[in-house]
């Protein structure tokens, strides 16, 4: 039963297909911006390629060499300081190990937090697209002020009892006799009239 409550519940949750239009008409907004880009590189394009039409390869060749040289150099100096501050207490390094899985944990938690933040923001930027394109704001001011202001209709319930008759004076071979369970009418449910 609890299976088929799950699958109900997914299927009839709007969530995915709000976030769905979310992130078509966030899409659509940023696709608005793409010939104004195209322009700019357009604009900027002559320029650079003459920038590099005039750059000597000798001169980035040896720019490129000596970045790798001084690269190299400060890596083994890091290196030769990492290894000289190591610390060899191997209970130190077991606090460190678990210090860093459990900030591991804690940012991984803290993404996942981040993560469903942005999909119930998109989710809501979808429902709020969908109601636009619907034409639902006016009904939703509608629906809640049907929400703060119900229209309840008092119920009544009428209950009917039978009494039941037990003849005490025949002998029963059965034993004591056993009253009927008495039933009780179900209250009718009233639902405000439909638009």
Same mark, same amino acid.
């Given at each position: 039963?609890?299976?088929?409550?799950?699958?109900?519940?997914?299927?009839?949750?709007?969530?995915?297909?709000?976030?769905?239009?979310?992130?078509?008409?966030?899409?659509?907004?940023?696709?608005?911006?793409?010939?104004?880009?195209?322009?700019?590189?357009?604009?900027?394009?002559?320029?650079?390629?003459?920038?590099?039409?005039?750059?000597?390869?000798?001169?980035?060749?040896?720019?490129?060499?000596?970045?790798?040289?001084?690269?190299?150099?400060?890596?083994?100096?890091?290196?030769?300081?990492?290894?000289?501050?190591?610390?060899?207490?191997?209970?130190?390094?077991?606090?460190?190990?678990?210090?860093?899985?459990?900030?591991?944990? /804690?940012? =991984? +938690? !803290?993404?996942?937090?981040?993560?469903?933040?942005?999909? &119930?923001?998109? %989710? *809501?930027?979808? @429902?709020?697209?969908?109601?636009?394109?619907? /034409?639902? =704001? +006016? !009904?939703?001011?509608?629906?809640?002020?049907?929400?703060? &202001?119900?229209? %309840? *209709?008092?119920? @009544?319930?009428?209950?009917?009892?039978?009494?039941?008759?037990? +003849? !005490?004076?025949?002998?029963?071979?059965?034993?004591?006799?056993?009253?009927?369970?008495?039933?009780?009418?179900?209250?009718?449910?009233?639902?405000?009239?439909?638009?």
């Amino acid at each position: 039963m609890a299976i088929t409550d799950d699958i109900r519940k997914a299927a009839t949750d709007p969530t995915p297909l709000y976030f769905l239009a979310g992130t078509a008409d966030l899409a659509v907004q940023q696709a608005k911006k793409v010939p104004g880009i195209v322009e700019q590189i357009r604009a900027e394009a002559p320029g650079r390629i003459d920038t590099v039409k005039n750059i000597d390869p000798n001169a980035v060749q040896e720019k490129a060499t000596a970045r790798a040289k001084e690269a190299q150099e400060t890596l083994q100096a890091k290196v030769t300081e990492l290894l000289g501050t190591l610390d060899t207490d191997l209970k130190k390094l077991g606090e460190s190990a678990q210090d860093l899985a459990l900030r591991g944990v /804690g940012v =991984a +938690a !803290e993404y996942a937090v981040k993560a469903r933040e942005t999909y &119930e923001k998109v %989710a *809501e930027h979808g @429902e709020q697209t969908v109601r636009t394109w619907r /034409g639902e =704001a +006016a !009904e939703e001011i509608e629906d809640f002020a049907i929400a703060v &202001e119900p229209k %309840a *209709e008092p119920v @009544e319930v009428k209950e009917e009892v039978k009494p039941v008759v037990v +003849a !005490e004076d025949a002998p029963s071979k059965k034993g004591p006799a056993k009253k009927a369970p008495v039933r009780k009418p179900v209250a009718k449910k009233t639902t405000p009239p439909a638009k």
